[in-house]
DNA sequence: GTGATATACTTGACTACGCAAGTAACTGTA
DNA sequence: TACAGTTACTTGCGTAGTCAAGTATATCAC
């Protein structure tokens, strides 16, 4: 009905963009069900944890926290503060700044994570391999990477022992 | 520190989740915060404007805006709730169902997307373009569309008259 | 028609954030 | 050594959304 101005040149960054937004929700609803079923963790309390139990010496700054998961100070606090409470994880003060306060993984934690991250693997691979082939999952995986703040999403693969 | 198993194998799979992710939250945040500022919209205040103008006699179900949107009924009664209360939308019954109401733009409704738009298409036009080949766009778009719910997408382009 | 089931929508209670402001500690400059 | 500025983190308050339950209407089987 109404006149409608279709600019066929970059029309498609608004529609990416979209796609991104509803691929996101999408596949994310898809994948927290399960994990929060199954394991009782979020999308982010699993990266949470898995993040910690990649960094160096098994701990983090809360802010290179926030930073890997793309969150505010205060949104890690909180995200932090839920893991306590179950027992997940504990702080641990800096001797050099006592200013930082880091993240450990609790043997509980470590448990956690392990656990889930076998059906959550699982599952994000179906997701994606049912959709794209290898040679496909590269190229998305290099295009998405170029996003702001999703570079440094590096080897999230591992499962820690 | 602690071993970890990396298999090489699909490992981008959730690599690009991950990317996915991370690419949208900040996305989202570098462009709703214009949008926010110099219109008053979120970013899903502005698609369910531009969904509305676009759908057949300018009205649509509450529903199909859910299904659109990717947010659930009462996701959408909410943000209807929003944009009613701001006077840019009106709801109208049906004539055929009882049940369903639907959603039209009001006058100051079409201003203010027409307004938004402006500035917000030029944005993500930028956001995208300046990290990505016209024929990158087009690989990265296809690709998100065959996420769960991301097809639907369509050209969305347009700006309502 | 009448009852079972499905659909469209709303509401209350909750959660996961963000933002702004605050505190405490560190750093660099004079 | 004192003070300005920055950094790490927390807290209060607000918001956007979910889920579960409820209401009203429609539809289908018989």
């Not at 970059?10 to 927290?32: C, K, M």
């Not at 960094?55 to 893991?83: F, I, N, Q, W």
């Not at 450990?104 to 448990?111: C, F, I, M, N, R």
Request: aromatic share 4%; charged share 30%.
């Amino acid at each position: 009905m109404s006149s409608q101005i279709l600019t066929t040149q970059s029309s498609t960054a608004v529609e990416v963009f979209i796609r991104l937004l509803r691929g996101h929700a999408a596949t994310t609803r898809a994948l927290s069900s399960e994990l929060q079923e199954e394991h009782g963790l979020t999308i982010n309390d699993y990266e949470a944890l898995l993040r910690i139990s990649r960094a160096d010496e098994g701990t983090m700054r809360r802010v290179d926290l926030a930073k890997a998961l793309v969150l505010t100070p205060s949104g890690v606090t909180r995200l932090l503060d839920g893991l306590e409470r179950c027992g997940l994880v504990e702080k641990a003060s800096c001797s050099s700044d006592a200013r930082v306060s880091y993240a450990v993984l609790t043997p509980a934690g470590k448990k956690r994570l392990k656990e889930a991250s076998r059906s959550h693997l699982a599952s994000v691979r179906a997701l994606f391999t049912e959709r794209y082939t290898d040679e496909e999952l590269e190229t998305l995986g290099e295009l998405l990477a170029r996003l702001p703040d999703a570079g440094r999403a590096d080897e999230s693969e591992c499962v820690p022992e």
